[in-house]
């Protein structure tokens, strides 16, 4: 059964703007406002430090997987067996590398650093198990499944809250406990899930087979690895350049950084969409430039209409959503981390077509370089500049990867940027410009434009008409289609 590309792109970001929304604003904000900056800003640099081994856990099988059983649903069957018994020897050597790095920062002294350890185990198997679901083209079952733990983690979370239960309060250790539960809960329904799409499996240890994995997915673990590194060690310097300002200044960059994050993952749905039709496309030798440009286009008219809205209200939202110490800089740090969601958005798209396509050689030697651009930056701007400095360093580092990735794109594929293109992007842009400008200074259209969520409302009500007007969303767009097997 052939369904729109854009349906499903879109009831998966349908379905996780229903919940994720909630948990970031409501329930993930509520814990760092009750608890102070520093001890959310300990927490978060903690959580970023566990997540810079994930390598060790995920080590590429999630693209690999992706990719592999796209081009043939039947490789589940001996793929799935060995990758999960690779896995669980895997976690055994990230749990001894992060206690072993943490133990000298001292942040073995924190108890909660053993339930986060859990948690990004319990994070790294449900992303593969989902991995076989996408790969199956299952994108409404993947939707689901990608929001039931932070479904489950607002029904847990909010009794820590609002509750009122001497015997369970708000803290840190708590909050990781009930993540912990959710997360729990979700590996066996995503398991579940899984496990449904193969017939025969046989868990016997072969360490042939491991190595030849080991060997394939090789590139795809490099990848991983130095995207998490120079996408989540700013935090972790953050919080240790900045001396005894670092949890403080770490809970501060936490405030736009979690904004920033929950956009991203509109960018990880599309390439969660993109990665197994690009692979599928390409191993039958089809014509990808249809979906690429689509994807292109729909990214940068999602990440170009938001960006601008959020920069415009940037102060106001960091007012209205936090008890910030320092709401003016605050602001500041947020409007620099807002502009980083263009190139991530974009670099969904680029970067998952070079993915399937296998060019690993051109993408690990540009993040090499991006991982020691971000290190650099960070150690001098951080000193300098604070929370601040890490977002202008994070900023330069994804534009680099951005421009690399798109001149080998461009030249690996022999793409051709037409000039009516460029003026429809720009077309776009413009008016979204003009069009946050006038809700925000013609008050006399209605009074009701006073107020800054009825503006926004308006705003994004507007903007696929503005798409749809500029031509970056067409027929041939809309018309496209992926293969549904559900």
């Known amino acids: 059964m052939k369904k729109s590309f854009v349906f499903n792109l879109f009831f998966m970001v349908f379905v996780n703007m229903l919940i994720k929304p909630f948990w970031v604003f409501g329930v ?5 406002n009750e608890i102070g900056e520093a001890e959310y800003g300990l927490y978060f640099a903690i959580f970023n430090f566990t997540y810079l ?65 859990l948690n990004q185990i319990l994070l790294s198997f449900n992303i593969y198990w989902r991995s076989n679901v996408s790969a199956h083209q299952h994108f409404i079952t993947d939707a689901l499944l990608s929001v039931l733990d932070k479904l489950l983690m607002i029904v847990f979370c909010s009794i820590l809250i609002w509750g009122n239960i001497p015997a369970l309060p708000l803290t840190v250790f708590n909050f990781a406990m009930a993540q912990l539960l959710a997360y729990g809960i979700t590996f066996v329904v995503c398991m579940w899930a899984a496990l449904r799409l193969t017939d025969r499996l046989h868990f016997q240890v072969h360490f042939g087979r491991l190595k030849t994995i080991a060997v394939e997915t090789m590139p795809y673990a490099v990848i991983h690895f130095l995207m998490t590194t120079y996408y989540r060690i700013d935090a972790v310097m953050l919080e240790q350049l900045q001396g005894a300002n670092g949890a403080l200044e770490s809970g501060i960059y936490a405030q736009g950084y979690r904004i920033m994050e929950a956009l991203n993952n509109i960018g990880y749905l599309l390439a969660a969409v993109l990665l197994p039709l690009f692979a599928y496309k390409l191993a039958k030798s089809q014509q990808i430039k249809t979906v690429l440009k689509s994807g292109l286009s729909i990214m940068f008219c999602v990440a170009v209409s938001i960006i601008i809205c959020l920069f415009w209200y940037r102060m106001d939202i960091i007012v209205l959503l936090y008890k910030s110490s320092q709401p003016q800089y605050a602001a500041q740090v947020f409007g620099c981390l807002l502009l980083n969601f263009f190139p991530v958005a974009m670099l969904y798209v680029i970067g998952t077509l070079l993915t399937a396509n296998q060019n690993f050689r051109w993408m690990i030697a540009s993040l090499v370089i991006a991982v020691v651009l971000n290190i650099v930056l960070n150690y001098y701007w951080i000193q300098s500049r604070g929370a601040f400095g890490a977002a202008l360093a994070t900023l330069a580092t994804q534009l680099f990867m951005l421009c690399s990735y798109t001149i080998y794109g461009v030249y690996i594929f022999q793409l051709r940027v037409r000039l009516k293109y460029v003026a429809q992007l720009a077309l776009f842009a413009g008016a979204c410009l003009v069009l946050v400008f006038l809700l925000d200074s013609v008050h006399w259209f209605a009074d009701d434009l006073k107020n800054m969520g009825m503006r926004m409302l308006l705003y994004f009500v507007s903007v696929p008409v503005l798409a749809l007007l500029s031509g970056l969303v067409g027929r041939q767009t809309l018309a496209l289609k992926v293969g549904i097997a559900e």
């Open 28 to 32: 993930d904000r509520t814990v760092q």
């Open 53 to 117: 081994f994930q390598i060790l856990l995920d080590f590429g099988f999630q693209n690999y997987n992706s990719r592999e059983v796209a081009a043939d649903h039947r490789k589940i069957n001996t793929l799935l067996p060995d990758i999960v018994t690779f896995k669980i020897i895997l976690l055994l050597f990230y749990v001894l590398l992060c206690v072993a790095v943490a133990y000298p920062l001292g942040y073995l002294s924190h108890s909660f650093i053993w339930i986060i350890l």
